[in-house]
């Protein structure tokens, strides 16, 4: 895609991101190894209204921590997290602003491996990369609500990711701003791929080596893939994708 483009370059810091919610037995070895990517300065976690001991283990781990008082959903604990970025990039005068690189609490030691999503957006070549994992699990009814996202973008822009529902996405601060308000929930990664999309932004994926825990095929799994089919669904209504 050709457009708009930040001005970055590899010698800008990176800031990670990770929405959290009862993460309390993986946060912390995510955020000790996301704190050794290469340029990656900061370490923002948003505990979207955990009941567990999340928010401390995190902050023992070096992360500076954030808390939603309820669980206020993905796309608003990403946001959050961003707004927090921000404000510290304006409190330290920094010439230019962190690029966003947002990762999921349960990467645990293999977040250390997400450094090649920086790669493109620090060179300039690419405004979001969408991680694709080199290893997939899975898992039973996943596959209704990751054809509904990859089908939906492609109706909308005229592009279809390999893994439409990635979490792991590095972007410019331009980028990111671009694309607010993010979608609801667990739709937040459909919206933001087509609203940048559409814009003409450039969005690229890049093979990473992550893996995170499986959430298997019980009634808690099955539950959460029903609220993920919702917010998707929701993210391409809104867009007019589903009309």
């Known amino acids: 895609m050709i457009g708009p483009m930040s001005d970055g370059s590899a010698s800008d810091d990176v800031a990670v991101v990770i929405p959290a ?13 996301a704190l ?34 309820r669980n206020r959903g993905k796309g608003a604990a990403m946001e959050t997290g961003a707004e927090a970025v921000a404000l510290l990039d304006q409190r330290e005068h920094r010439d230019r602003p962190r690029h966003l690189l947002f990762l999921d609490a349960d990467l645990a030691g293999t977040a250390a491996l997400a450094g090649p999503l920086t790669e493109p957006v620090l060179a300039g070549t690419a405004d979001m990369t969408i991680a694709v994992f080199a290893a997939t699990v899975k898992l039973g009814g996943h596959g209704l609500v990751v054809g509904l996202s990859g089908a939906g973008i492609q109706r909308a822009a005229g592009w279809r990711p390999a893994q439409p529902l ?36 450039r969005v690229t994926q890049v093979q990473v080596e992550l893996a995170h825990r499986a959430t298997g095929t019980g009634l808690r799994a099955q539950l959460h893939r029903a609220h993920q089919l919702t917010d998707v669904a929701r993210a391409l209504a809104a867009r007019r994708v589903l009309a």
Not at 51 to 59: L, N, P, Q
């Open 166 to 201: 990635n979490g792991q996405r590095c972007l410019t601060r331009a980028a990111f701003e671009a694309a607010r308000p993010l979608a609801r929930g667990w739709g937040v990664e459909t919206g933001l791929t087509i609203d940048l999309l559409r814009q003409g932004w």
């Open 36 to 69: 050794g990517i290469p340029g990656v300065a900061l370490v923002i976690v948003v505990d979207d209204g955990s009941k567990d001991g999340t928010a401390a283990a995190a902050r023992q781990a070096g992360a500076i921590v954030t808390r939603h008082a």
């Open 21 to 33: 919610r009862d993460e309390a037995d993986r946060i912390q070895p995510t955020v000790t190894a």
